[in-house]
């Protein structure tokens, strides 16, 4: 029997979650649940790395070359699902920037940057953001006594180079953002929202005092979630998940 009378899974599986895609193209969809349709497959396809792509990973590292039934070596399905997924994030960005933002603010919704705000905002947001935001941000200075801090899976975090003026040293800090925080903050007009990084960027003098704020960048890792228990392995299930939590 040959090889191509079979659909590779993981592959399959992205070809689900284009179709999930597709429904936030569909001018016969109310815009917010085309808005969701797309948050529905970044969801998924953040499952689809923690799990399926992880799992493949570990086979490569595992030196595993046997093919699946469909004929594809782990390490075929990976650069094959990274080919796949470069094109259903090009067209999710463009269903983004060229859809449903033109969709949303045609119902009033929109999206700002600091820049775009008005004095008043600016001050309303300021007050927020002592109020309710800088009491719960801790930033974490990484050097020879501050090991890199470990980042959890999917949190949304500031990477920063800052520089003290006393010394010049330059320093690396991390900063999360608590997912407690809302992702976007309304405006002084509820309808305009400002993304919460936004306006924690606009404000990192008040977290990191007396010095230069050198580069910033916004960023997330996702984590392995595929977890590989075999009950031989430890005497009992704790010490077994555990061990498999270090590894990861």
Not at 98 to 123: K, M, Y
Request: contains cysteine.
């Amino acid at each position: 029997m040959t090889t191509t009378r079979f659909n590779n899974r993981e592959l399959s599986w992205l070809d689900f979650d284009a179709r999930v895609l597709a429904l936030a193209t569909d001018p016969a969809v109310p815009v917010l649940e085309r808005a969701k349709f797309l948050a529905i497959f970044g969801q998924n396809l953040d499952e689809f790395y923690q799990v399926r792509v992880a799992g493949l990973l570990d086979q490569v590292e595992a030196g595993i070359v046997e093919p699946t039934p469909d004929g594809m070596t782990p390490a075929q399905q990976l650069a094959e699902i990274s080919d796949r997924v470069e094109e259903l994030v090009a067209r999710a960005d463009e269903v983004f920037v060229h859809g449903l933002l033109p969709a949303l603010n045609a119902e009033g919704i929109s999206f700002c940057t600091w820049d775009q705000l008005d004095v008043d905002n600016r001050r309303h947001l300021r007050q927020v953001f002592d109020d309710r935001i800088l009491p719960i941000l801790t930033p974490l200075a990484v050097d020879p006594a501050h090991p890199f801090p470990e980042i959890s899976n999917l949190s949304l975090n500031l990477a920063l180079r800052v520089v003290d003026p006393d010394d010049s040293e330059e320093r690396f800090a991390r900063l999360k953002i608590p997912p407690a925080l809302p992702r976007y903050i309304p405006t002084l007009d509820e309808n305009r929202l400002l993304p919460i990084e936004e306006l924690v960027s606009a404000h990192l003098d008040r977290l990191f005092i007396g010095m230069k704020i050198e580069e910033y960048q916004t960023f997330r890792v996702t984590r392995n979630a595929d977890l590989d228990l075999s009950e031989e392995d430890a005497d009992d299930l704790l010490e077994l998940v555990e061990m498999e939590i270090r590894r990861r």
